[in-house]
Structure formats: structure tokens, C-alpha cells
Nanobody, 125 residues
Framework: QVHLVESGGGLVQAGDSLRLSCAASGRTASNQSMGWFRRAPGKEREFVAVIIWNSGSTYYADSVKGRFTISRDNAKNTAYLQMNNLEPEDAAVYYC??????????????????WGQGTQVTVSS
């Protein structure tokens, strides 16, 4: 399994930006597709973005397209989620995911075996 640690969450105002980081460690930390999910209070955990390790392809939820950018630093085994123009609806606990064993279902939390502990993002209006 891959050990994941998120950081970078916090309290911001609507329109502000934040960058989340997810550091991966462990024997299989490299060559990992890495995704971001989020869970808002009272809601199911939902897909936000993913970056595929071998192609570098990225995919986003419609709700964040054009505002969020996922990237990774392979040398550091770290993925990033740059979030711009944040909206109150983006407030949630954000989770990093790896060990994608069902690549065609990258949008499903069931497709990932490893999860971080989450980092809180709060957006005030």
C-alpha cells in the first residue's frame, strides 16, 4: 500500500486560491496515478480530479473544470491540486487517493486502494 499525507487546506474567502499537496511514500509510491476526492458535510465523497502516472493525462469533475489543476512532481512523489476562484460549494474535506487498480473507473472511490487522512478546505462567502 501507499502512504499518503495531504496538506495545504485552510480557511479562505470566495474567489481566493489554495494549493493542496499529497505526498506519497512506501515501496510502491512511485509510478502511481493519483486522484483527489472531496466530501462536503452531509454529502457523499465525490471525485474531483486525477492524474494518470504513465500518460500524464488529467481528468476533472465538471464542477471544477477551468478552476482546479492537478499536477505531480514525480521526483518528490507528490501530487498537487491548485484550486483557483474557490466557491463556498468547494468547502469540504479533500482526500488524496492512489493505487488506482481500476483505471477506467478513475472517478469512483472504489477504484483506489490507498487514501490519505484528508485536509479541510473552508470557503467563506
Amino acid at each position: 500500500q501507499v502512504h499518503l499525507v495531504e496538506s495545504g487546506g485552510g480557511l479562505v474567502q470566495a474567489g481566493d486560491s489554495l494549493r493542496l499537496s499529497c505526498a506519497a511514500s512506501g515501496r510502491t509510491a512511485s509510478n502511481q496515478s493519483m486522484g483527489w476526492f472531496r466530501r462536503a458535510p452531509g454529502k457523499e465523497r465525490e471525485f474531483v480530479a486525477v492524474i494518470i502516472w504513465n500518460s500524464g493525462s488529467t481528468y476533472y469533475a465538471d464542477s471544477v473544470k477551468g478552476r482546479f489543476t492537478i499536477s505531480r512532481d514525480n521526483a518528490k512523489n507528490t501530487a498537487y491540486l491548485q484550486m483557483n476562484n474557490l466557491e463556498p460549494e468547494d468547502a469540504a474535506v479533500y482526500y488524496c487517493a492512489a493505487d488506482l487498480w481500476l483505471p477506467d473507473r478513475y472517478y469512483s472511490e472504489k477504484a483506489y486502494r490507498s487514501w490519505g487522512q484528508g485536509t479541510q478546505v473552508t470557503v467563506s462567502s
